[in-house]
């Protein structure tokens, strides 16, 4: 009798030369009956253990064995019963048994995960299994299906040629962006549409002028006549989306900007801002505006000739709440620094023929000397007055870059100064409350320094 308990480990035929090679050493070999599963027990030289450990080797065919599933408890193994590989199995020598339980390195990943998988899935005999594929051929041949694997994947796919009928059905069903304006522009044209369904063409089209060669391709095929002639509606609803289709189309698009300009669009544009409008109208016609005159000396000079500073002065006189004020004051702004930017890549580099002629086409666009002239050296002051931080903010920059031509006049005004001295004070309140929560890069920070920046101008 060995003292303590044995150990077994279910092993494949292959392997049994493996662990005798590893035992070499150990006596002695207890065999069973080869109808019990053929197992070789090789003793333990350890002493102090109830059970020895032993390598099993199983030479019986385990197809038509019941496997059991083991678990993290010692179970009893009946003789009929096989056990997964890596199964952790003893001859328990007290009662004559053996018993089965899960290996260490199942036990180290066994998780309760697992545990709840393995008692939902269902286990069959291989007796089971049998019966079951019998049953599925016994369907197949009452119900007439004897084809090949071949053909029953083949009679769940479509024919070729069928598919490309289809696709050439699709094809034609497909329109291009193309075809989509141009069946808009007919709708929008024709005498059967309502203002409804003129304002839902216009949105459809503004979408699609986004795209450079959408916007050309309506330049070609008369959309932006058609878009004009929106602007001159006695319907503001109708302006208000005709301008913003213009505004869209013109946008960082030299060759629509050439159109637009030679089509008459920028007088169009400052005949509706001249008129009475609502605010949303006129909103959107200074957002065509200044998307035409964007990095476009040549529409830029064509504004100031024809009194666009003019018009624009009289609507920010008019506007009380500031919001045209900012986008008009912006719209300078934005001028004055391409035009400053153009001249100092002149002097700072070689010129090629094509920046020699921007740089032509900017000295014509006496944009500075206009300002003076129409009183905007006292006009942008006014935007200091309001509350809005970011109103403020593109005033004092605009002030900035107006001061080559309005130094004299900003001196002179006493109401700039005291508003200067005011806004510093509180700016220097607002960043110093930031500083004490700990936020550096304050916002405030950056009006403090343009206003210092024009007080020095102005010394």
């Not at 003292?3 to 207890?30: D, H, M, N, Y």
């Not at 193309?178 to 005498?191: G, H, K, P, T």
């Not at 302006?239 to 869209?248: I, K, T, Y």
């Amino acid at each position: 009798m060995f003292a303590g308990t044995v150990g077994v480990f279910l092993g494949f035929k292959a392997r049994e030369e493996t662990f005798k090679g590893q035992f070499s050493t150990c006596q002695p070999i207890v065999s069973e009956k080869q109808s019990e599963g053929a197992l070789t027990v090789v003793e333990n030289t350890e002493e102090g253990d109830e059970e020895e450990e032993v390598t099993v080797v199983d030479d019986n065919d385990e197809e038509d064995l019941e496997v059991v599933q083991p678990t993290e408890q010692w179970q009893t193994l009946k003789p009929d019963q096989a056990v997964p590989p890596g199964s952790h199995v003893r001859l328990n020598l007290q009662t004559g048994e053996r018993e089965v339980r899960l290996g260490e390195e199942q036990l180290k990943y066994w998780t309760q995960e697992h545990r709840e998988k393995e008692e939902t899935q269902s286990s069959f005999s291989p007796d089971e299994l049998k019966r079951a594929m019998k049953k599925i051929k016994e369907d197949l041949s009452l119900s007439g299906k004897d084809t090949s694997p071949q053909e029953s994947v083949i009679s769940k796919y479509r024919p070729l040629e069928e598919l490309k009928k289809d696709m050439a059905q699709l094809d034609m069903l497909v329109e291009t962006d193309v075809q989509i304006m141009r069946r808009l522009l007919d709708q929008f044209n024709s005498s059967n549409s309502t203002t409804e369904q003129r304002l839902g063409i216009l949105l459809e089209l503004e979408y699609m002028v986004h795209q450079v060669d959408n916007a050309q391709n309506l330049c070609s095929m008369g959309g932006l006549q058609v878009v004009l002639e929106g602007l001159n509606s006695s319907d503001f609803r109708l302006q208000e989306n005709s301008a913003f289709v213009l505004g869209s189309a013109v946008s960082s698009n030299p060759v629509v900007q050439v159109k637009a300009v030679e089509s008459g669009a920028l007088q169009t544009l400052l005949t509706t801002l001249a008129t009475v409008q609502p605010l949303n109208v006129k909103k959107k016609v200074l957002f065509a505006v200044a998307s035409l005159l964007r990095h476009f000396p040549y529409a830029q000079h064509h504004f100031l000739s024809h009194g666009g500073l003019q018009v624009l002065s009289e609507l920010f006189r008019a506007d009380g709440g500031g919001v045209l004020r900012t986008r008009i004051v912006t719209m300078l702004y934005d001028m004055i620094s391409e035009k400053e930017l153009i001249s100092q890549a002149g002097l700072d580099s070689v010129l090629d023929a094509s920046h020699e002629e921007r740089v032509r086409q900017y000295s014509k666009v006496s944009l500075q000397g206009h300002l003076l002239e129409k009183g905007w050296c006292s006009l942008v002051p006014q935007l200091l007055e309001s509350t809005e931080h970011d109103y403020r903010e593109k005033g004092l920059r605009a002030l900035l870059a107006m001061a080559p031509v309005c130094l004299d006049q900003y001196r002179s005004d006493s109401a700039l100064l005291d508003s200067l001295l005011s806004l510093k004070d509180q700016y220097q309140e607002m960043v110093q409350s930031e500083m004490i929560l700990g936020e550096e890069n304050s916002y405030f920070a950056e009006i403090v320094e343009l206003i210092d920046a024009l007080q020095v101008k102005m010394k």
